[in-house]
T-cell receptor, first 113, second 114 residues
Framework: DAGVTQSPTHLIKTRGQHVTLRCSPI?????VSWYQQVLGQGPQFIFQ???????GRGNFPDRFSARQFPNYSSELNVNALLLGDSALYLC????????????FGPGTRLTVL | AQSVTQLDSQVPVFEEAPVELRCNYS??????LFWYVQYPNQGLQLLLK??????LVKGINGFEAEFNKSQTSFHLRKPSVHISDTAEYFC????????????FGTGTRLTIIP
């Protein structure tokens, strides 16, 4: 079975631009979470979606937004990119919020110049 | 609020030697504890988890961890490491499910010396 997939693998943007990252969860998983992992740090929670509704939000500015589609795939959008947004963005899925284990994708490496 | 402290940022170990990676947590509610491994240029893979019951938890690749509530610790151990264990290891905590945020530590880089 396919795991969590993310696209693109790598991305280079300049300050002020906008970026969209995509995530496809494991088949049957309806809950998707996004994490930001800055180099040398642990992942930090950004958003969690379940059944297309936002269920949780981390301490990130409004420049960060996300949505979940009817097929449970998800997009993370970041506007007005800053150098500090350079990071590995991880998507994780699980069947529903009551399930203990999250399954992570390989991530999208975003570099902001 | 929950937090996780991984006391060692880097741990070098000789091949076939034992290793312990330390993790301490703080939380005002019941916690669920996890260890994830991240190989170079990859995402996170679950090694093991503690939800309830026996405080000694066994995971994949020969790793185990012991939950110690009085010391608020969840240290990861392996009796004999291999070159393939070279990776970054993250300890994480979560509250009651329904509130699914995982809070991660800063990670421990395990380097195996041949």
């Amino acid at each position: 079975d396919a795991g969590v997939t993310q696209s693109p693998t790598h991305l280079i943007k300049t300050r002020g631009q906008h970026v969209t990252l995509r995530c496809s969860p494991i088949s049957g998983h309806k809950s998707v979470s996004w994490y930001q992992q800055v180099l040398g740090q642990g992942p930090q929670f950004i958003f969690q979606y379940y059944e297309k509704e936002e269920r949780g939000r981390g301490n990130f500015p409004d420049r960060f937004s996300a949505r979940q589609f009817p097929n449970y795939s998800s997009e993370l959008n970041v506007n007005a990119l800053l150098l500090g947004d350079s990071a590995l963005y991880l998507c994780a899925s699980r069947p529903d919020p009551s399930t203990d284990t999250q399954y992570f994708g390989p991530g999208t490496r975003l570099t902001v110049l | 609020a929950q937090s996780v402290t991984q006391l060692d940022s880097q741990v070098p170990v000789f091949e076939e030697a034992p290793v312990e990676l330390r993790c301490n947590y703080s939380s005002s509610v019941s916690v669920y504890l996890f260890w994830y491994v991240q190989y170079p240029n990859q995402g996170l893979q679950l090694l093991l988890k503690y939800l309830s019951g026996s405080t000694l938890v066994k995971g994949i690749n020969g790793f185990e961890a012991e939950f110690n509530k009085s010391q608020t610790s969840f240290h990861l151990r392996k009796p004999s490491v291999h070159i393939s264990d070279t990776a970054e290891y993250f300890c994480a905590v979560s509250g009651d499910f329904g509130n699914e945020k995982l809070t991660f530590g800063t990670g421990t880089r395990l380097t195996i010396i041949p």
